[in-house]
Nanobody, 126 residues
């Protein structure tokens, strides 16, 4: 069983930056998807970015493309999310998630991930 721990959230002003880190403890398989999701009250959880270690494939949501980047370090079972030029609409709880095994397409839905971290809050003020 894998355990995920996120860190790095906080409060910043619009235009600021934050770096979130997710560390996975436990066995990581050769085909593992690690992802960052976010959720705001009243809205569904949405994917921000993910990484597939088998072929090093990455995905960045259009809403954050050009501002957010992910940095995997599979030697440490870590996936970091660098968030630049933050906007108030980026405010929310950010969760790390993991899924094992191949997929026919990039898994984007929260239901496709099996383990989750406790989340870290990001607040961006205008």
């Amino acid at each position: 069983q894998v355990h995920l721990v996120e860190s790095g959230g906080g409060s910043v002003q619009s235009g600021g930056s934050l770096r979130l880190t997710c560390v996975a403890s436990g066995a990581i398989e050769d085909r593992t998807w690690m992802a960052w999701f976010r959720q705001t009250p009243g809205k569904e959880r949405e994917m921000v970015a993910n990484y597939y270690n088998y072929n090093r494939e990455t995905y960045i949501a259009k809403a954050v493309e050009g501002r957010f980047t992910i940095s995997p370090d599979m030697t440490r079972n870590t996936l970091s999310l660098q968030m630049n030029d933050l906007k108030p609409e980026d405010t929310g709880m950010y969760y790390c998630a993991i899924r094992f095994g191949a997929a026919y397409r990039t898994p984007l839905s929260p239901s496709e991930y099996t383990s989750w971290g406790q989340g870290t809050q990001v607040t961006v003020s205008s």
